[in-house]
């Protein structure tokens, strides 16, 4: 099955304790891109990358991290996470090029304590 | 990023056509209109998207106004399971950055 899948699907954990979040797709898209959801902001793109090796910023990239060594994996990396990245986070990914129709991942819920 | 404007929410009964409306007056000539849509506790999901021309696929209808200013998803026949947050998006498939612009999108109730 085609599909964006997220690891963990929820976490609680304490202020400037480092986490990754993974993201995996099975469909070969080479577009993927991270975004969280908060309460009357909607969501917002964290992150994105192109390819392998190419990645840039959305709109709210503070804080955050993220790497892709391989084309079907784009993890996010919070390095000293704070309460304010507080947030549900999806996984998107679509394949480059036309009309991208991007597949979303279920979601990982953060907290930050 | 061009805007996009939806009612908030919106009722229906079940088995009843929907028409969620969606205003998007300064699209331009190259954007094309998505909808997306978000059941509870998932992620974003893809229903439909269109140009110019009206569109229909298995989930719903996509009918875009003349001048592009406006347009409409045609749910036919809603069913529980389609109530969602339904987001209306602009997008192009220029650039290097496939980013969607949501907005608050419409919460669509649906009544048994």
């Known amino acids: 099955e085609a599909q964006v899948t997220q690891n963990p699907r929820y976490l609680i954990t304490v202020t400037g304790k480092k986490l990754t979040v993974t993201c995996s797709q099975n469909m070969n898209h080479e577009y993927m891109s991270w975004y969280r959801q908060d309460p009357g902001l909607g969501l917002r793109q964290i992150y994105y990358s192109m390819n392998v090796e190419v990645t840039d910023k959305g709109d709210v990239p503070e804080g955050y991290k993220v790497s892709r060594k391989e084309k079907r994996n784009f993890p996010l990396i919070l390095e000293s996470p704070s309460p304010n990245q507080t947030s549900l986070y999806f996984c998107?990914?679509?394949?480059?090029?036309?009309?991208?129709?991007?597949?979303f991942g279920p979601g990982t819920r953060l907290t930050v304590l | 990023d061009a805007k996009t404007t939806q009612p908030n929410s919106m009722e229906s009964n079940e088995e009843e056509p929907v028409h969620l409306p969606c205003n998007h007056s300064t699209i331009s000539g190259t954007d094309y209109i998505h909808w997306y849509r978000q059941l509870p506790s998932q992620g974003p999901e893809y229903v439909i998207h269109?140009?110019?021309s009206n569109v229909n696929n298995r989930m719903a209808s996509l009918a875009i106004a003349e001048d592009r200013k406006s347009s409409t998803l045609i749910l036919h026949r809603a069913t529980l399971r389609d109530a969602a947050v339904y987001y209306c998006i602009l997008g192009n498939s220029g650039g290097s950055n496939y980013k969607l612009t949501f907005g608050k999108g419409t919460l669509l109730t649906v009544n048994p």
């Open positions: 998107a990914s679509s394949l480059a090029g036309g009309i991208p129709r991007s597949i």
């Open positions: 269109g140009l110019t």
